[in-house]
């Protein structure tokens, strides 16, 4: 009985807000952007907060990276024209150092990395060889796909054996079994023994296929031991006109350590070690566990400056709402004066007017869910960016338009309820 | 006299007695009603007239229960209603009285049967339940065609008979129509006076404020105000008294 008197009224305000169709649905933009735009830029900022956080955590979060960088005062050199052949980077010394002065560490896995062309029949591709050794697998994120990783075997007999990644396969092996196949660098060719999946982990990707703007890991892996018997450490660079060398014993370092704690205390005294026995500042760390903390302050910082623009935009349109409740307050004096005279209360006069405003807020906040949940979806297909549209954003947003319509509803309502009936039957 | 209040208990709808309004205008007090006596029976037609400051209005407000008395009883079928609150004053409106105004005064977004639904809305009344009554009332003014109109697709004398079927919805104790046909033409005037003397005839109580001679011809009591006060009351034998 209530709750048909109630249907009643929604239906009355309905019809009330249909009689100015062009006014009220002016009044719904505000909340209707202010919805879309809430959930829209949150479905943005968590797809690619997500995508980042997923790219730090396949770094793994108890590791410690260390990468050869060549030292600026040698690109100098280079830039001068002199071919000279540079030496740098992580040594195996840095190696044993670390293992042996560094409390915490678990395990020290060394990569050498060479960028050179991958070849298979005809099909040839650019791409990273890299040499490490087995326990490679327990630091980094691999999914093997088929076959098996590289064994202590592989790395103790120089075997010529390799392990491929998914996108290589695709290019390289349109439609043969790679597992039975081998693949040719320079002049050396090499078994697959397994396949592995390693979309997303940035950091293993080639440079170049980065400035691409696309995600491409073309990786191959291969024993250590092998790698430097095949590619030995002097590094030839030839480019238009000019020849470098480079002189580089390991590219890369993931240093495993026992827990997250004690990533931070190793990461002061990686550096301190290495600082000592390098002259040159040819090496960075990179620490996960630290990008992913700052990832996720940033997503706060995010997360605050969007709560701001969207309670500012909501504050706009609920101010919108009252400014128009207000002039329909005035312009229907008349009709609740007669709705006094023929028996409403004060109590329904406020009803009716705050059912009008949440109906116009909850309206706009329908139309924004949709548009909010349609707008990251068209981002996603042209723009190519992950968007994730979380429920609790929805209902927030959807939440909060109701109540903006309450919240700004309610004062319109009580000026229309504090009308005395035989002043409002007056007014022309 | 006690034999007097004791038939007023049975049959009388309204009894005012030394009902008195005053208005505070800046810093002036204005004294609108000076002490009104006034009985109304049941199945009676009175008209109140009145030059404009004569406090026609005023009385009209207090009788309609949209104003309260600054002193003085007033008794609405036995009730007392002055001085009840806001929102008791509001459902005594709803429950007991029947209004028609000069501006006939309908809702514009409401069709006509809508309008004339709207005081069972404020009683919480099931509107299916008393929809065919409200169809009934509708071509009970002769409307029964116009029903899904919006009161803008309507004449002037097919308003006001809107109106007049909205103020009969819940069952009132009394009528009170304001200068029903202060908008009309003559012709209409004619019409609408007909169907409210015809309510009238059916028992129906009617008082009804008019500065129009011919109007206050359907009356069996007209009741002339002056100054606030009631200046002289005029039976109209033509009309015979219903009781």
């Known amino acids: ?428 | 006299m006690v034999g007097h209040t004791q038939a007023a208990d049975c049959t009388e709808v309204i009894r005012i007695r030394g009902v008195e309004k005053v208005f505070q205008v800046g810093e002036v007090l204005v004294q609108a009603l000076r002490g009104i006596d006034l009985s109304i029976r049941q199945g009676e037609f009175v008209a109140i007239m009145g030059p404009s400051g004569s406090g026609k209005s005023t009385l009209l407000n207090i009788l309609g229960c949209l104003d309260r008395p600054s002193s003085g009883e007033y008794f609405l079928g036995g009730e007392d209603v002055a001085r009840m609150d806001d929102d008791v004053l509001s459902s005594v409106r709803g429950k007991r009285l029947g209004f028609i105004f000069q501006s006939y005064n309908l809702i514009p977004q409401l069709t006509v049967l809508e309008n004339i639904q709207v005081p069972l809305i404020y009683q919480q009344e099931d509107l299916e339940e008393h929809r065919d009554r409200c169809i009934e009332l509708g071509s009970l003014v002769g409307l029964s065609e116009r029903l899904d109109h919006r009161p803008n697709q309507l004449s002037g004398g097919q308003q006001q008979r809107v109106a007049i079927a909205r103020s009969l919805v819940n069952e009132p104790l009394m009528i009170l129509a304001d200068e029903p046909t202060g908008n009309l033409d003559s012709q209409t005037e004619i019409e609408v006076l007909g169907i409210i003397n015809d309510l009238n005839k059916q028992g129906r109580t009617i008082v009804l404020v008019t500065h129009d001679e011919i109007v206050s011809h359907y009356a069996h009591r007209v009741i002339h105000m002056k100054d606030g006060l009631i200046d002289r009351e005029v039976i109209n034998e033509a009309q015979g008294v219903v009781s």
């Open chain 1, 1 to 428: 009985m209530i709750s048909a008197h109630f249907l009643n009224t929604v239906q009355l305000g309905i019809k009330s807000l249909l009689v100015h169709k062009l006014r009220s649905g002016l009044t719904m933009l505000g909340i209707i952007f202010g919805v879309c735009s809430v959930i829209a830029m949150l479905a943005i900022g968590e797809g690619a907060s997500f995508e980042a956080q997923e790219r730090i955590k396949r770094l793994g979060s108890e590791n410690i990276i260390i990468n050869s960088i060549k030292p600026p005062e040698d690109n100098q050199q280079n830039a001068s024209g002199n071919s000279f052949s540079v030496e740098y980077g992580i040594t195996y010394k840095d190696v044993s150092r670390i293992q042996d002065t560094i409390p915490g560490v678990e395990r020290v896995v060394p990569l050498r990395i060479i960028r050179e062309n991958i070849r298979f029949d005809r099909n040839q591709e650019s791409g990273q060889v890299i040499g490490t050794l087995p326990s490679y697998a327990l630091v980094h994120n691999v999914d093997l796909v088929a076959g098996r990783f590289l064994t202590p075997t592989d790395e103790q007999f120089q075997r010529n054996v390799c392990v491929i990644t998914e996108d290589l396969v695709r290019k390289l092996f349109p439609y043969q079994d790679p597992l039975k196949s081998s693949v040719r660098v320079k002049d050396s060719y090499y078994d697959v023994v397994g396949v592995v999946d390693e979309t997303g982990s940035a950091e293993q990707r080639p440079q170049m296929g980065d400035s691409m703007g696309k995600a491409v890991d073309n990786n191959i892996y291969i024993p250590l031991s092998t790698a430097r018997s095949r590619f030995g450490e002097m590094l030839v660079n030839r480019s238009s006109g000019s020849m470098s060398a480079e002189r580089v014993e390991l590219h890369r370092l993931i240093v495993r350590l026992t827990t997250p704690a004690a990533v931070i205390s190793g990461e002061r005294q990686i550096q301190h070690l290495l600082n000592h026995f390098h002259k040159k500042k040819d090496f960075e760390l990179i620490v996960p566990l630290q990008l992913l903390r700052e990832a996720e302050e940033t997503k706060r910082m995010f997360n605050i400056v969007l709560g701001s623009i969207a309670a500012i935009s909501l504050l706009v349109g609920g101010i919108g709402i009252m400014n128009i409740m207000l002039a329909t307050v005035t312009e229907r004096t008349r009709e609740i004066g007669v709705r006094r005279a023929l028996g409403a209360k004060r109590k329904d006069i406020i009803v009716q007017f705050l059912v009008e405003t949440v109906v116009l807020s909850i309206g706009g906040g329908l139309i924004g869910v949709v548009f909010g949940i349609v707008v990251p979806l068209l981002v996603s297909w042209f723009a190519d960016m992950k968007t994730i549209i979380t429920a609790w954003s929805v209902l927030m947003a959807f939440g909060i338009s109701g109540l903006t319509g309450i919240i700004f509803g309610i004062y319109p309502a009580s000026q229309a309820a504090k009308l005395d009936p035989i002043d409002a039957l007056r007014q022309e």
